[in-house]
């Protein structure tokens, strides 16, 4: 019998409401796909009793603590009570803060929430970094319709890490597998065909990508999965798909997230 393994925990503390920092979080742990994590996030501490009593909390749960504390001596005291601690930690805005001071030849205000006072571009973004995380992998299909962006392709496309860059810049971004032999949701042929975008890889290295994949996880019986014939007439049932309903065709081969998503805004005349 295989045991079940425990998810990892991740800390995320801060002295606002910490949801720009644990989108950053989200986003990193989206290329951890296959390790199980549990985020949780603590806002508004603003003393060091708080924090020892986070770290308390943190340190039972053997977890790693993420912290965005303007305040250079809260950060000072939360880093040296973690290493006290022997709790594996990274500050997420003090070395950004540094560069901008000696960028700009001043000290930053040091007053916490201000990042929530930019208005209506952080709201935007953060809806759609919920949006991207509850529309992933075809989850919530009845809300297609609702999304900037829709990408599909078949399984080790990349359409996840994409989704959530894509998201982090304020797109409402929805990604559906394409599985032959399964039927494709209705819904999808229901979004307007200069939202959707197919991923594609030429037929080697998706095969390698699935290889790896089945090697993480030990999949039973993957032969059609990891099958080059098999994989090739995937994709190309795929293509057919994005030809007969007009969806764009972006090719990710030896690009990076960046270059992908804007090969996508283009050809979908969002940029």
């Known amino acids: 019998m295989t045991s079940m393994v425990e998810p990892k925990v991740l800390f995320l503390l801060s002295d606002a409401t910490g949801e720009t920092a644990e989108a950053i979080v989200l986003a990193a742990h989206s290329q951890f796909r296959e390790d199980k994590a549990k985020l949780h996030r603590i806002g508004h501490v603003l003393t060091e009793g708080q924090v020892i009593s986070s770290l308390e909390e943190a340190e ?17 005291f939360t880093e040296n009570e973690c290493k006290r601690r022997g709790i594996d930690c990274l500050d997420l805005i003090s070395p950004v803060l540094r560069k901008l001071a000696a960028f700009f030849g001043h000290s930053p205000k040091g007053k916490p929430g201000l990042l929530h006072a930019v208005g209506e571009e952080y709201f935007q973004r953060v809806e759609a970094m919920e949006f991207a995380l509850k529309n992933d992998d ?64 030429d ?37 057919s798909l994005c030809r007969d309903h007009g969806w764009a065709v972006v090719h990710v081969d030896g690009k990076s997230v960046e270059e992908t998503a804007h090969e996508v805004l283009v050809k979908l005349r969002k940029k």
């Open 138 to 201: 075809g989850q919530t299909l009845s809300h297609l319709n609702e999304a900037d962006i829709v990408l599909v392709g078949v399984s080790r496309t990349s359409k996840t890490p994409l989704s959530i860059y894509l998201s982090c810049r304020g797109w409402k971004v929805a990604n559906v597998p394409l599985v032959k032999g399964i039927p494709t949701p209705p819904t999808l042929f229901k979004v307007k065909p200069e939202n959707v975008a197919g991923l594609f890889l």
């Open 203 to 239: 037929t080697t290295t998706l095969v390698e990508r699935r290889q790896a994949r089945v090697n993480t996880i030990g999949m039973d019986n993957p032969t059609d999965y990891i099958d080059y014939d098999e994989v090739k007439e995937e994709l190309r049932w795929a293509r």
């Open 60 to 76: 039972k749960e053997q977890a790693i603590v993420f912290f965005t504390f303007v305040d250079r001596d809260l950060s000072s």
